[in-house]
C-alpha cells in the first residue's frame, strides 16, 4: 500500500472520513485539515519501501526511526513479503523474528508485525467465510509463537447473506503470553461504512464467541 493511500486512511480516523475512497462524500478542505493535524502531531512516519525489501534495509530504517525520530510503535505490513525472495521461508523467519525481539528490546519500542495466514487444512472453514484463526495457520507460525508476547487473528465471513454481518470481525486472542487470561478470547468489531471506523459491539448471536484450547499446545509449541 502506497504511503498516500495509507496518509488518507489514517487522516480520515480523525475525521471519520474515507478521504481515501473518490465520492465518499468527503471535501478537499477535510482533507487538507485532517492531514495538517498529523503534520502538526508530528508522531506519523510513512516509510515508502514499495513491494519486497531486504530486512537489513528495513532493520536500519527502523533503528532511525526510533533513536532519531522518537518513534515508540513500529507497525510491520508485512512479514510476508521480507520473506518473498528467502531460499529457505522458515530459517529466514526464524533468524528475523529473533532478530526482531532482541531489536524491540534492546530500543524499547512496541513491535507490531503483520503476517498473512495459510489456508486452513481439510475441513476447516475458509478464513474468507468467517474461519476460526488458530496459531499454526501464521505464516511462519514457529517464529512468531516462540517470539511474539500477543497473537491476534482477525475473523471475517466476507460472504455471509447479512450484509451487516459482512462488516462484522472477530479479534481473536490466539496467545497472551504477559497473564494466558485472554488467550482464546475475541472481541467483535463492526465498520462503519459511513466514517470507516470500526466499533466494538457485543458478540453476534449467531457468533461463537466461547474460548477455545491454546493451539500450541495440540502443535507441542511450548510457550517461552
Known sequence: QAPPETGKRLAGKLKG????IPDAGWTMGELEEAVRMLE??????????????DWDTIKARIIYMVQ???????????VTALAAEAE????????????MASLAQRLDFTFYVVSHLTRPQGRDTPHEEGG????????????????????????????????????????????????????GEVVYMKMDSATGILKEIPPPENLSAQPVQNPFVEEGIPDF
Request: hydrophobic letters at 30%; a positive charge; one cysteine or more.
Open 17 to 20: 472520513r474515507r478521504f481515501h
Open 132 to 183: 476460526q484463526v488458530r496459531g499454526k495457520q501464521f505464516r511462519g507460525s514457529g517464529a512468531i509463537a516462540q517470539w511474539s508476547h500477543y497473537m491476534w487473528g482477525i475473523e471475517r465471513n466476507q460472504q455471509h447473506e447479512d450484509p451487516e454481518m459482512r462488516r462484522v470481525a472477530g479479534i481473536r486472542c490466539v496467545k497472551d503470553r504477559y497473564t494466558g487470561q485472554g488467550t
Open 68 to 78: 532519531a525520530q522518537g518513534c515508540k510503535d513500529i507497525f510491520l505490513d508485512h
Open 40 to 53: 502538526e502531531n508530528n508522531t506519523l512516519h510513512l516509510y515508502n519501501h514499495w513491494g519486497a525489501a
Open 88 to 99: 529457505d521461508e522458515r530459517r529466514f523467519l526464524d533468524a528475523t523474528f529473533a532478530d
